[in-house]
């Protein structure tokens, strides 16, 4: 659904009209403190190579890039002020203390998909928002809840447009910034993922690392109407998860980034926290469901602050499907019919 009453509104007349205050509040401090990278990341190389490396790393030693470092003290600039007890940070090993009696977490990645930085391809944040523990100073362990507990989560997406697509616990909505105003205007109410779209979004390049339920599904996609789905796919892949959530949620279709046989890829490669938890949360929250494969995401309880999980979201029936394929034996010949013969992404 994307009419509506609150079509129009500004971000901050929405969420009064319809959050509770203290969140009301926050999501607007993540709207407005993104203001400055959506004008920075517009002007792109006219400010100089915002891709580069920052000479720097994060806690799972990624090369930190210029304009995540700039991000990242952006966002923490931003939130100062804005009812948040500790700001926990892809680009930070342990929580920044914010306020002794603030409300809220903020789990965030100041900016997703940094790989596309110099590649003018559509990057993002993404950020969760968890209730405080009362009556102490934050700790590590007040972010490794499960998913279902947040009380929002969303994410910016920095492209064509400059989008922020959230939700309070009551669907999935979208704000649009409007370059004119330099205000967000909501543009999208009540999303809802359509069903049964002939198009997933993988990294191939990696096949020959997946376990076999995902190879098992993605041969069946690739045989198309020769193969059991009966039908032709299409293929995206962006590397950025902000655009490939945006694009599912809009369009629908699925988005796997499973774990895979790789050093460093046994669980999955995308942080629970603050990457694959809110987006689970907005995707559900668009009739959507997200899984590791098999388990709901939202139920997981993350094992530590940058743990990683194997992510699987989009519309119900095709995650359901691809839940089918994991639940199978993995050994077995009759795990799809194109299973233990040569499929059309093997030699």
């Not at 509040?25 to 004008?39: E, H, K, Q, T």
């Not at 690739?222 to 039908?231: C, I, K, L, Q």
Request: aromatic fraction near 8%; proline fraction near 6%.
């Amino acid at each position: 659904m994307t009419s509506g009453a609150g079509l129009g509104l500004s971000l901050r007349d929405y969420l009064a009209d319809t959050a509770e205050p203290g969140i009301a509040a926050l999501v607007s401090a993540i709207a407005d403190a993104s203001r400055p990278l959506i004008a920075m990341i517009r002007r792109g190389p006219i400010l100089g190579s915002l891709g580069a490396g920052s000479g720097g790393s994060n806690k799972d030693g990624d090369v930190q890039k210029a304009l995540d470092v700039l991000a990242d003290r952006q966002f923490l600039h931003g939130l100062q002020v804005a009812g948040v007890r500790a700001i926990a940070s892809e680009e930070a090993d342990e929580p920044h203390s914010v306020s002794a009696d603030g409300e809220f977490l903020v789990a965030i990645d100041p900016l997703d998909g940094s790989s596309n930085i110099e590649t003018n391809v559509s990057i993002g944040t993404i950020f969760s928002i968890l209730p405080a523990a009362p009556g102490r100073s934050a700790e590590p362990g007040d972010f490794l809840i499960q998913g279902h507990r947040q009380k929002a989560a969303g994410f910016l997406i920095y492209g064509p447009q400059a989008s922020i697509v959230f939700t309070t616990g009551t669907g999935t909505h979208a704000a649009t910034h409007d370059p004119e105003s330099d205000d967000f205007v909501m543009t999208a109410l009540s999303l809802s993922i359509p069903e049964d779209v002939p198009e997933f979004a993988i990294n191939a390049s990696n096949y020959r690392f997946w376990h076999p339920p995902v190879q098992a599904y993605v041969n069946d996609c690739v045989s198309g109407t020769d193969g059991p789905m009966s039908r032709n796919f299409n293929m995206r892949w962006i590397a950025s998860l902000v655009a490939d959530a945006y694009r599912i949620l809009m369009r629908g279709g699925a988005f796997l980034y499973p774990a895979d046989s790789r050093h460093g890829y046994e669980r999955g490669r995308l942080r629970h926290v603050y990457e694959a938890s809110p987006i689970a949360f907005l995707i559900e929250q668009a009739d959507g469901a997200a899984t590791d494969g098999v388990n709901r995401i939202l139920d997981h309880q993350p094992a530590s602050l940058h743990a990683r999980v194997p992510l699987v979201f989009g519309s119900m029936q095709t995650v359901a499907r691809i839940r089918r394929y994991h639940l199978e034996t993995e050994d077995s010949a009759d795990l799809s019919p194109l299973f233990g013969r040569r499929g059309l992404m093997r030699r």
